[in-house]
């Protein structure tokens, strides 16, 4: 399955979606769009454009968000990330950072974290 399928699906599963409601909003068959979704064909480029095209801009925009970050991309796994996981990673940083307080290293981490900031 190609990437940009394996992203689709994912996103497609979790929405809440039907394939007839997809079908629906485009010019692709219900066929066409279950066969994909199964991972049983890829689309034709068009069509695919299409039918990413006629999701909520949401879906797209997640869509594109996880297209254009690596799977490995810690930065991608924490705005993917669940409200449950950003607390867990929250929890993990301040226990981290409580525990490596007194040792200096704090501030040798915060003036890394400074030095590598991307601009927003």
């Not at 399955?1 to 909003?25: D, N």
């Not at 299409?50 to 810690?74: G, M």
């Not at 996981?85 to 981490?109: A, F, M, N, P, Y």
Request: with cysteine; proline share 2%.
């Amino acid at each position: 399955m190609s990437r940009h399928q394996e992203i689709f699906v994912e996103l497609f599963k979790k929405s809440g979606y039907t394939a007839k409601q997809i079908s629906a909003w485009c010019s692709v068959s219900e066929a066409t769009v279950s066969r994909f979704i199964n991972g049983k064909t890829d689309m034709r480029a068009g069509d695919f454009f299409n039918l990413l095209a006629s999701l909520p801009e949401d879906f797209q925009d997640k869509f594109w968000q996880r297209f254009r970050t690596t799977k490995d991309d810690w930065r991608s796994l924490i705005l993917n990330a669940s409200p449950k996981e950003l607390e867990e990673i929250c929890h993990l940083i301040g226990d981290w950072w409580s525990i490596h307080r007194e040792s200096g290293e704090q501030k040798k981490v915060a003036r890394q974290i400074d030095r590598e900031k991307v601009p927003a």
